[in-house]
């Protein structure tokens, strides 16, 4: 027999509780002495392991009270599995829940850094637009029409693409070129800086489309907004910082060409 405080001390919770679960009768002392000491038997003992076991993996005090009420043991081994099993679902939709949330963040934060704004209504638009496509390993996956007549392998490559709210190292390697590049929008895209800056995008984008410069230009014309004023197919590329990007993409590999021709 153990008294409440020696209980309290063995198992780190404190009496108050033990209190309180004699109280919603979860747990009940083996005896309670005239002058109001309680004890606690190696059953009781067992059955609030059993409590803390439970309560550490997600169950409410109410629930615990109904598994445990159940005096059948083949009843309780069958409610114990089931209560189990349900608290696994729980668990992965909670999961499923808080890896969406993470994904909304990251997107968010990502937007923020691309369009350099903060405003609400943008930020909740961001998050409205994926609300209804399902997550995959912690991102929303791009999506490509059949009308694009894809082949297989281009396929592969592009689902192979970092996505923006990713964890993605690759996502903020480009993410810091776009924010160089916004910064110098102010200035020519034809500039020694801006120039420097578009090779190196352009290595980049090279390496993440394994080399196969006709699918990257196919996916840039895809994503190149066509009209002022709508919504971006990647968010925080919006027509005036694409078409700069694409004016200094297009020269570099203009001057490129000239210098091959020129070394020839």
Known sequence: MMLIGELAQKTNISKRT??????????????????????????????????????????TLEQIKELLQSKNNMKENEDWVASLNEQIELIERKKQEL?????????????????????????????SKMEDRPLQEGIIQSEFSDDLQLTSR??????RLPVLGSNDPRTEELITIFQHIRGLMSS?????????VAGHLYEKALVLFDHDESLLDKYWELILPKEDGVEPVVMGMDKEFMSYVNEMIDYFLKQREDNGHAGT
């Open 154 to 159: 281009e396929k592969d490559i592009l689902q």
């Open 188 to 196: 020519s895209p034809y500039s020694p800086e801006a120039q420097m």
């Open 18 to 59: 033990l209190h309180y679960y004699e109280q919603i009768e979860l747990l009940q002392p083996t005896r309670i002495l005239e002058n109001k000491y309680r004890y606690y038997d190696e059953h009781a003992i067992l059955r609030l392991q059993k409590i803390l076991l439970l309560k550490s993996i997600g169950f």
């Open 99 to 127: 890896s969406r949330k993470q994904y909304y963040l990251r997107s968010t934060i990502h937007s923020i850094q691309l369009k350099g704004t903060n405003d609400l209504e943008d930020l909740l638009q961001v998050i």
